[in-house]
């Protein structure tokens, strides 16, 4: 699998729409239906897409682990990926607001998971091996993996840690595998500590605090 960049934050004077939105892949989702709806960033500002042509869509799959690197991708494949993407996140959306998730985007959700045919062994040398196992040698094969992840995830108890961090500037989607299920965060080190810090300031900008800090001086 190629090397995955460590998440980074879209500068504000960033030119859009992007050409290529390979340097702002975040890989924090978790699961490879949540890192898919990470492609639109920004979701609560700028929405940026950071799926922008089909050499994106097969890099992205290939740096995902779900796709072999030599298989290229076509525009109608990304159509496909952006309308399933989009359709993952209307259940993350149902999800957190408790509400039913809507019968288009399930609809999406089952279209690709009929291309998905029962995996069966193969003679590969000397060993047995499971077919359709990631990385897989189609873009519809790699997308009817990433349905099926958003399927086992929606479909059972797995959907009550499905998160959208909660940081103010950021819209990252994430499973929370914690054992307490309490995550808030799509990264500790990031959106964590920012907001610890912004935490801290309101408190020490707050008069007659238990810091005993006027706004002024802090
Ligand atoms: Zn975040």
């Known amino acids: 699998m190629p090397a995955r960049r ?8 960033l030119e859009l729409p992007l050409t290529s939105g390979e340097p702002w892949w975040y890989w924090t989702g978790g699961r490879p239906a949540l890192d898919l709806v990470n492609t639109l960033r920004e979701r609560w500002w700028r929405r940026v897409e950071c799926l922008c042509s089909p050499a994106d869509l097969q890099r ?4 995902s682990g779900l796709l072999a690197p030599t298989t290229s991708a076509t525009e109608e494949q990304l159509e496909d990926a952006r309308t399933l993407r989009e359709a993952i996140d209307d259940l993350i959306v149902a999800q957190t607001r408790g509400t ?8 999406t959700i089952n279209r ?3 291309q998905h045919r029962p995996p ?6 000397d060993h047995a091996r499971l077919t359709q196992t ?4 189609s873009v519809t094969l790699a997308l009817t993996l990433i349905a099926r992840d958003a399927a086992e995830m929606f479909g059972t108890d797995d959907r009550h840690r499905v998160r959208v961090c ?3 500037d950021c819209s990252a989607r994430f499973y929370d595998r914690s054992p307490a299920g309490r995550r808030r965060w799509c990264t500790m080190n990031r959106c964590g500590n920012r907001n610890n810090v912004r935490a801290h300031r309101r408190r020490r900008s707050t008069p007659g605090d238990h810091h005993g800090v006027h706004p002024a001086h802090s």
Do not use: F, K, M, R
């Open 6 to 13: 460590p998440p980074s934050d879209l500068p504000g004077d």
């Open 60 to 63: 992205w799959l290939a740096e």
């Open 100 to 107: 039913a998730p809507p019968a288009t985007s399930i609809g």
């Open 112 to 114: 690709h998971l009929g």
């Open 120 to 125: 069966y062994l193969e003679v590969d040398g």
């Open 134 to 137: 990631p990385p897989v040698e």
């Open 166 to 168: 909660q940081a103010q």
